[in-house]
């Protein structure tokens, strides 16, 4: 493999990949026996990873510079090529289903992979190739305008994650004043993301529709996988949240007042956890790689092969800059069986926290494609795939001193309260998606007014001081979920739950607590959420007694890193 940066993007020729497919269907029916089948199994993936690696490429490339014409015009090729071919795609998993020999992939591979195509069938139509197309376009143009937004701060030009850094110093001045530039800015946009949002929401409630489905939730259960709750259970869980997490943040966020010796906590003050600053890693971008790789490297045998196959080909694109899309995430490149990530360093402690949590996801990557058999199984849903990164971030710990010098304990404290705030804003984003697509006929304004009414249940200690944009309910439209991923947000809760309870347990025995955690990550997805849970011994966090349990021994470690302070 070369690094990154020298990989060719090769544009995907569709016309052939059809061709290619359909040639594939052809054989696969004249198999005689299930090894011809293998065999033409094998050859098909390869054919995939191709095109999936050169399409990483491009997204990977669009991502890193959304001012880039060229890649932009690529992704926007993609979408609308790529959509086409699904119809072709989908007679191929038509066949798979029916296949003489499915009993035996079945044996070899597990029921669930072919459970997952057959409820992939239900959601793709020739009715709905060309909604998909513009749903691409409209993500792809909010992906746009939110990357190329900036503004001018105390004579630095500053976009979306320059200005969080402001939000987090000592001088609560300054935090004011970025917290209004960061609010302005998105006030900016805001006619156009209400837009871009409203076409975006009437668009998805067209496809599910066509589909025959109820709703568009009722879709977006399907596509994510969750086979095994309904949204009633996810309403369950968001009242569990309300009931026992929320007062224990409340209570949080009073000492944190307190510590900081101010009347009122406002939004600004959240992030300042200690009146004398936070705890901010130590040493520049490649410091931190280097001192990331020297944890990995100690952690165990599999973290250390990992981390330094991801540091020798360059997989990483870190530090933010201007026209770069907003975030963190890890991608896959198949061909290589290679994660990458991608994130926007800004000089606080998250720089540290993606070199644990997006590196999860791609040690996961790592591990399950060299351990699963086929691309079908390699991930899972992102409330397994969100426990393989943030469970990362806790085993983590142990090596923190070496980022963090003489403020590793702030750091502690800091980051095992705000993985528990952050629970109620995660469920309001999942309450905030359910009330729109419940009445997809909301306009601008109704959907600001309901996430004022949400945030009054879930972060009830909010405080804008006076911002007139964001005490509207202005403040959803900074969580690009909403437009990019919908319906994908509880997961982070549900996987944060879960977490905890393979944190607890490395506390008591860490060599069990990594092995089964070792586990998961190989397994991918090639089992169902419950059957992946119950394998590495995790208890449903759906269940009231499960959370109780896991958030008061959360709570005990909070005040035992609050007396190390």
């Not at 000592?170 to 935090?175: K, L, N, P, S, V």
């Not at 390699?378 to 710990?397: D, G, K, P, Q, R």
């Not at 009330?435 to 405080?463: C, G, Q, S």
Request: glycine share 4%; proline share 2%.
């Amino acid at each position: 493999m070369q690094k990154f940066s020298d990989l060719k993007y090769v544009r995907p020729d569709f016309k052939e990949v059809k061709k290619q497919l359909k040639d594939f269907l052809k054989a696969f029916k004249k198999a005689k026996t299930y090894q011809e089948f293998k065999d033409l199994y094998s050859q098909f993936e390869k054919t995939v990873a191709k095109l999936a690696t050169n399409v990483t490429i491009a997204s990977i490339r669009n991502t890193m510079d959304k001012t880039d014409n060229f890649y932009d015009e690529e992704m926007k090729y993609i979408n609308e090529k790529s959509a086409v071919i699904q119809l072709t795609a989908l007679s191929l998993s038509k066949y798979l289903l029916k296949s003489p020999f499915r009993k035996q992939f079945d044996e070899e591979h597990g029921e669930f992979l072919t459970k997952n195509v057959e409820n992939s069938l239900k959601l793709i139509s020739p009715l709905t190739i060309f909604d998909s197309i513009k749903e691409g376009k409209l993500t792809q143009q909010y992906s746009k305008d939110v990357a190329l937004c900036e503004t001018e701060f105390r004579g630095e030009k500053c976009n979306f994650y320059g200005l969080l850094k402001h939000m987090q110093s000592t001088d609560r001045q300054e935090r004011k004043e970025a917290f209004n530039a960061w609010a302005n800015l998105y006030q900016s946009v805001a006619d156009k993301l209400d837009d871009t949002y409203d076409k975006l929401v009437h668009l998805r409630v067209k496809i599910a529709k066509k589909l025959r489905f109820k709703d568009y939730i009722e879709y977006s259960y399907l596509a994510r996988g969750r086979y095994d709750y309904t949204p009633k259970d996810v309403e369950n869980f968001r009242n569990n949240v309300r009931d026992i997490i929320v007062p224990i943040c409340a209570e949080l966020y009073e000492k944190q007042k307190q510590r900081l010796n101010i009347d009122t906590l406002y939004f600004y003050d959240e992030g300042l956890v200690f009146p004398e600053g936070n705890a901010v890693p130590i040493g520049n971008k490649d410091e931190l790689v280097d001192k990331a790789q020297k944890m990995y490297d100690e952690m165990s045998q599999e973290t250390s092969e990992f981390f330094r196959f991801m540091k020798e080909y360059e997989l990483f694109d870190l530090e933010t800059r201007n026209g770069k899309h907003l975030g963190g995430y890890c991608t896959f490149l198949p061909d290589y069986k290679a994660p990458f990530i991608f994130s926007n360093f800004n000089g606080t402690s998250g720089d540290v926290d993606v070199l644990t949590h997006e590196a999860g996801h791609a040690f996961q990557m790592y591990l399950a494609s060299r351990y699963q058999k086929t691309l079908l199984s390699l991930s899972s849903t992102s409330e397994i795939n969100e426990i393989h990164s943030m469970a990362m971030e806790h085993f983590a710990y142990d090596w923190m001193e070496s980022f963090f010098n003489e403020n590793v304990n702030k750091y502690l404290y800091s980051h095992l309260c705000s993985s528990l705030t952050s629970i109620p804003y995660l469920v309001a984003v999942d309450e905030f998606q359910h009330r729109v697509f419940e009445k997809p006929k909301m306009n601008a304004r109704e959907r600001r007014k309901t996430w004022h009414e949400i945030e009054k249940i879930y972060l009830p200690w909010r405080n804008y001081d006076g911002n007139k944009f964001l005490q509207e309910g202005g403040f959803w439209m900074q969580k690009q979920h909403i437009f990019l991923y919908p319906f994908y947000y509880v997961d982070y809760a549900l996987a944060q739950v879960c977490t905890y309870q393979l944190y607890i347990r490395s506390r008591e025995n860490k060599k069990e607590a990594w092995d089964d955690y070792v586990a998961l990550c190989q397994k991918g997805g090639s089992m169902g959420y419950f059957d992946l849970l119950k394998s590495t011994n995790l208890k449903n966090p759906f269940e009231r007694e499960t959370m109780e349990k896991t958030i008061s021994k959360i709570k005990e470690i909070i005040k035992e890193f609050e007396k190390n302070l």
